[in-house]
């Protein structure tokens, strides 16, 4: 029998992406088929699927720890934020509209039927689906027409446990307070809480554990201590990489207004060799960093703007008069080139654009988004490249006559004359352990790390610490059969 249970947050960034891998993983290594599920998502750091679409990363690490390949089902709407009111809402993996943020809420009610299609797809083929909820269900704001949280566990009549976030302080009030606000009926779909990022002795928390308890009348499934492990593991939001100072080579990336698909940068900062350094907006770009990386952007041409708005193009200048490499990915490989031309106003109004110059490349924006699980081979060694394609744009010039990796049935990429300045589209190269080794080579760095051995024994130890500190044969037992129109069994 197929069950089901949704994994909430007394508010936003509560680590319910964390406990919904590590639930992923403990379960899968009990030797259940477990999938995981977030109805709606919100990020520009997006994963390509095995079927050709995209979904939020959290949910490509959830599936990772499943032992599955990532699926548009387990992420059906994701929502790409392109400006500070709007966002892209990919719809099963497809681009469906590009909506006002009230707009988009006259839209989420035709949004149900598609989320609850690619639940039910998943709960046809596995044990266990492992719901993750957004944001908090105490938006009561938000309650009509909701997909996110209470609106889809209603829907597909599915329990639900609360997790508070004791790290930012609060969390009674946290895990309380969002049963007092809830209607009753949604407050009855919660069957147990669980208290997350404890630091220090957690039988001192006791005495607040029984006092949820009383006062809301659920139990708890545990109190989950700090994971510090946790920053080895592909980061959802770009304030969860940790920034390091370790010597050695020093690689500086500028945090872009949009930045997307930075999953990138996962590996390097997980080289013991390498120190990374996140340059948030008005902080100059480091005088002594070996290699600046400009990342991808949801708005290349928004984003191009903020960097010079931080006078980062001056910096930029000045790195590569003293001698220093530059690697542009996706958007930031469109922002080294000449121009960017929008003829068609896909990133705002119609027009062109300079670029920074550094790259004999033009970029014309295209309505077609190019979305490819892709192998290439890196030019200068022959090492394998495993990685992704997720962009709008077509890209040529002369310095395309110098791309670096070959897809097999077309070259990719360009680089200037004396090869310090390099660009192309390929997303999760890093990740390729040969690759990465033959590239931080070049820079003077040595690497033998394994990535993905190294991501899947932090899952592991993920699930562990679950396993040793949640009550997990309470959680199984609280999954329900959901209401499916096709019952599965």
Same mark, same amino acid.
């Given at each position: 029998?197929?069950?089901?249970?949704?994994?909430?947050?007394?508010?936003?960034?509560?680590?319910?992406?964390?406990?919904?891998?590590?639930?992923?993983?403990?379960?899968?290594?009990?030797?259940?088929?477990?999938?995981?599920?977030?109805?709606?998502?919100?990020?520009?750091?997006? +994963? *390509?699927?095995?079927?050709?679409? $995209?979904?939020?990363?959290?949910? =490509?690490?959830?599936? &990772?720890? #499943?032992?599955?390949? !990532?699926?548009?089902?387990?992420?059906?709407?994701?929502?790409?934020?392109?400006?500070?009111?709007?966002?892209?809402?990919?719809?099963?993996?497809?681009?469906?509209?590009?909506?006002?943020?009230?707009?988009?809420?006259?839209?989420?009610?035709?949004?149900?039927?598609?989320?609850?299609?690619?639940?039910?797809?998943?709960?046809? +083929? *596995?044990?266990?689906?492992?719901? $993750?909820?957004?944001?908090?269900? =105490?938006?009561?704001? &938000?309650? #009509?027409?909701?997909? !996110?949280?209470?609106?889809?566990?209603?829907?597909?009549?599915?329990?639900?446990?609360?997790?508070?976030?004791?790290?930012?302080?609060?969390?009674?009030?946290?895990?309380?307070?969002?049963?007092?606000?809830?209607?009753?009926?949604?407050?009855?779909?919660?069957?147990?809480?669980?208290?997350?990022?404890?630091?220090?002795?957690?039988?001192?928390?006791?005495?607040?554990?029984?006092?949820?308890?009383?006062?809301?009348?659920?139990?708890?499934?545990?109190?989950?201590?700090?994971?510090?492990?946790?920053?080895?593991?592909?980061?959802?939001?770009?304030?969860?990489?940790?920034?390091?100072?370790?010597?050695?080579?020093?690689?500086?990336?500028?945090?872009?207004?949009?930045?997307?698909?930075?999953?990138?940068?996962?590996?390097?900062?997980?080289?013991?060799?390498?120190?990374?350094?996140?340059?948030?907006?008005?902080?100059?770009?480091?005088?002594?960093?070996?290699?600046?990386?400009?990342?991808?952007?949801?708005?290349?041409?928004?984003?191009?703007?903020?960097?010079?708005?931080?006078?980062?193009?001056?910096?930029?200048?000045?790195?590569?008069?003293?001698?220093?490499?530059?690697?542009?990915?996706?958007?930031?490989?469109?922002?080294?080139?000449?121009?960017?031309?929008?003829?068609?106003?896909?990133?705002?109004?119609?027009?062109?654009?300079?670029?920074?110059?550094?790259?004999?490349?033009?970029?014309?924006?295209?309505?077609?988004?190019?979305?490819?699980?892709?192998?290439?081979?890196?030019?200068?060694?022959?090492?394998?490249?495993?990685?992704?394609?997720?962009?709008?744009?077509?890209?040529?010039?002369?310095?395309?006559?110098?791309?670096?990796?070959?897809?097999?049935?077309?070259?990719?990429?360009?680089?200037?004359?004396?090869?310090?300045?390099?660009?192309?589209?390929?997303?999760?190269?890093?990740?390729?352990?040969?690759?990465?080794?033959?590239?931080?080579?070049?820079?003077?760095?040595?690497?033998?790390?394994?990535?993905?051995?190294?991501?899947?024994?932090?899952?592991?130890?993920?699930?562990?610490?679950?396993?040793?500190?949640?009550?997990?044969?309470?959680?199984?037992?609280?999954?329900?059969?959901?209401?499916?129109?096709?019952?599965?069994?």
């Amino acid at each position: 029998m197929t069950r089901a249970i949704m994994i909430q947050g007394a508010g936003s960034n509560v680590g319910k992406s964390m406990v919904v891998a590590g639930l992923a993983r403990a379960f899968t290594n009990r030797g259940l088929n477990v999938a995981p599920f977030k109805p709606q998502n919100m990020s520009n750091n997006a +994963a *390509v699927t095995i079927d050709g679409g $995209e979904i939020g990363r959290a949910q =490509a690490l959830q599936a &990772l720890a #499943a032992r599955k390949p !990532a699926h548009t089902d387990m992420n059906p709407v994701l929502l790409k934020p392109e400006s500070d009111t709007g966002a892209q809402v990919i719809v099963q993996g497809q681009r469906f509209a590009t909506l006002r943020a009230r707009d988009y809420a006259k839209a989420k009610p035709q949004l149900l039927a598609p989320t609850l299609e690619s639940f039910e797809r998943l709960c046809s +083929a *596995v044990d266990l689906v492992l719901i $993750e909820g957004a944001g908090s269900p =105490a938006e009561i704001n &938000l309650r #009509a027409g909701d997909i !996110a949280n209470m609106g889809f566990a209603e829907a597909a009549d599915v329990p639900v446990i609360l997790v508070g976030d004791i790290d930012r302080g609060g969390v009674i009030a946290q895990i309380v307070g969002t049963q007092c606000i809830l209607p009753s009926d949604d407050a009855n779909r919660i069957k147990a809480f669980a208290v997350n990022k404890f630091r220090g002795d957690v039988s001192l928390f006791e005495e607040g554990l029984r006092e949820i308890s009383s006062r809301t009348s659920w139990p708890s499934v545990g109190v989950l201590p700090w994971f510090e492990q946790a920053w080895q593991l592909p980061a959802e939001d770009i304030m969860d990489i940790k920034g390091n100072d370790k010597g050695g080579l020093r690689i500086a990336v500028p945090q872009l207004g949009r930045i997307a698909n930075f999953d990138d940068l996962d590996p390097l900062t997980s080289e013991p060799g390498v120190s990374v350094e996140i340059v948030k907006p008005g902080k100059p770009l480091p005088g002594d960093a070996d290699l600046v990386i400009i990342p991808g952007s949801k708005a290349t041409i928004a984003d191009l703007a903020h960097f010079r708005a931080q006078g980062w193009d001056i910096d930029l200048h000045a790195h590569i008069r003293r001698g220093g490499h530059v690697l542009g990915i996706c958007g930031g490989y469109q922002m080294l080139g000449q121009e960017i031309d929008d003829p068609d106003g896909i990133e705002g109004a119609p027009g062109k654009v300079r670029g920074l110059g550094h790259l004999d490349i033009v970029t014309v924006m295209k309505p077609e988004k190019r979305l490819s699980l892709t192998q290439a081979t890196y030019s200068a060694t022959g090492d394998n490249v495993e990685g992704y394609e997720i962009h709008l744009g077509k890209t040529t010039g002369s310095d395309c006559t110098r791309a670096w990796l070959d897809l097999g049935d077309r070259n990719e990429g360009a680089a200037s004359a004396d090869g310090r300045i390099r660009g192309c589209y390929l997303h999760g190269l890093f990740s390729s352990d040969r690759f990465r080794s033959s590239f931080l080579k070049e820079l003077g760095a040595s690497s033998n790390l394994d990535y993905s051995k190294n991501v899947d024994d932090t899952l592991n130890a993920l699930a562990q610490h679950l396993e040793q500190h949640l009550d997990l044969d309470l959680i199984l037992e609280l999954a329900q059969k959901p209401a499916l129109q096709t019952q599965v069994g």
